[in-house]
């Protein structure tokens, strides 16, 4: 019997670990899509309960969003 053959698609992630930050430290992590946009993740950090509580009902600054490349996992942080 011969070894199996390797199939890149059935290794590939379905998803991974969007990680949300407020003024840069975490507060809270999301599973999302691998290939999340821009808009969606923003939006799903922006809709976390903890994010909610850490700006207390205002407005944030600035909300930056760091594409997840090879082994980094995407990144939202919202300066507050």
């Known amino acids: ?9 059935k290794a ?3 998803s991974v670990t969007l ?3 407020v003024n840069g430290k ?3 992590h ?3 899509p691998v290939d ?3 808009a969606t993740a923003k939006r799903l950090a922006l ?3 903890s994010v909610i509580r850490m700006l207390e009902g205002r ?20 300066v507050g």
Do not use: L, M
């Open 26 to 28: 975490v507060r809270d």
């Open 59 to 78: 407005e944030p600054k600035r909300v930056i969003f760091i594409a997840g490349r090879g082994t980094i996992e995407p990144k939202v942080n919202i």
């Open 19 to 21: 990680v949300i930050q």
């Open 12 to 14: 590939a992630e379905d």
């Open 36 to 38: 999340v946009d821009e």
């Open 30 to 32: 999301v599973q999302v």
């Open 1 to 9: 019997q011969s070894w199996p053959q390797y199939d890149a698609a």
């Open 47 to 49: 809709e976390s309960e």
